[in-house]
């Protein structure tokens, strides 16, 4: 069993199946998965800050039993866990939304197994997902690749937590989770929750970019994540075009590898969208 993590609202439904297809499809055994969606709702917040709804969890889980009938998707709904913990803190309003911190109550559930591989939404694999779940984790709480522009600006080893693979066993142990949540608490921090981690790990691996590759896309990459990024031309401009902004996606990165996917994921959007 491969246990997954995603967390956000009703928005985060086209990057989560997205990126589930990319793990079905370029994986080379049927093995089952478990998906593990965190959500809140924080309508009085925002408007927009709306749940994944029933409909959204039993649809994806419909797309993972296909591929393997032992699979099944777990929507956990954290709203009391975020108003207890984070309610009014000084990271509520940080860069990123606050379906981010969410991720950082991954201890206080009894059914997160002792190996958790956390996954942001906007990611796609191009190689086999078990390159990355099967890496030895002894000794480390996790495992996370290099942050593209972090390890230029900060750090070599600043890392990126989209792609984190936790073991779960020793985070508990050594509450890595519990000391996030207070750094969270306590401290307005620049990159709010990968702030949080980073500041509260013992031990960490350290992996190559091909595992979280944030700009490029080689043969080699294992992960790639379509984070916000640079662009010099025609003029210096950031963009944030997700794997789901299809036709940029080819016009812009010129990428054809997951056509594949997208064309099943469009398929796919349509027959969840006649259901509702």
């Known amino acids: 069993m491969i246990d997954l993590l995603f967390c956000g609202n009703e928005g985060v439904f086209d990057g989560v199946l997205t990126c589930t297809l990319s793990i079905l499809r370029r994986i080379g055994a049927k093995t089952p998965f478990t998906i593990h969606l965190f959500t809140m709702d924080l309508s009085s917040m925002r408007p ?3 749940p994944v709804t029933r409909k959204q969890r039993d649809f994806l889980e419909e797309v993972v039993r296909d591929f393997h009938p032992d699979s099944r998707v777990l929507l956990y709904d954290t709203t009391g866990y975020y108003q207890t ?4 803190c000084p990271n509520e309003g940080a860069y990123c939304s606050p379906y981010t911190l969410i991720r950082l109550f991954a201890d206080l559930y009894d059914t997160i197994p002792d190996k958790l591989l956390y996954l942001d939404a906007d990611i796609m694999f191009n190689r086999d997902i078990r390159l990355l779940w099967n890496l030895n984790l002894e000794g480390y709480e996790y495992a996370a690749a290099p942050d593209h522009y972090g390890k230029y600006l900060i750090h070599p080893h600043y890392i990126n937590a989209g792609v984190l693979l936790f073991n779960m066993k020793l985070c508990r142990e050594n ?8 750094w969270i608490r306590r401290k307005k921090l620049p990159f ?4 949080a981690l980073i500041r509260s790990t013992t031990r960490r691996r350290v992996l190559p970019q091909r595992y979280n590759d944030q700009k490029f896309l080689h043969p080699h990459t294992i992960v790639r994540h379509f984070s916000k990024r640079l662009f010099w031309l025609p003029y210096p401009h950031t963009d944030n ?7 940029k996606v080819h016009s812009v990165f010129g990428y054809h590898q997951f056509d594949d996917i997208l064309s099943e994921y469009l398929s796919l959007k349509e027959k969840f969208t006649a259901r509702t």
């Open 48 to 50: 927009d800050y709306t």
């Open 241 to 247: 075009i997700k794997q789901w902004h299809v036709e």
């Open 192 to 195: 709010a929750d990968q702030s």
């Open 175 to 182: 509450k890595l989770f519990q000391a996030a949540r207070g």
């Open 85 to 88: 913990y984070f309610s009014g």
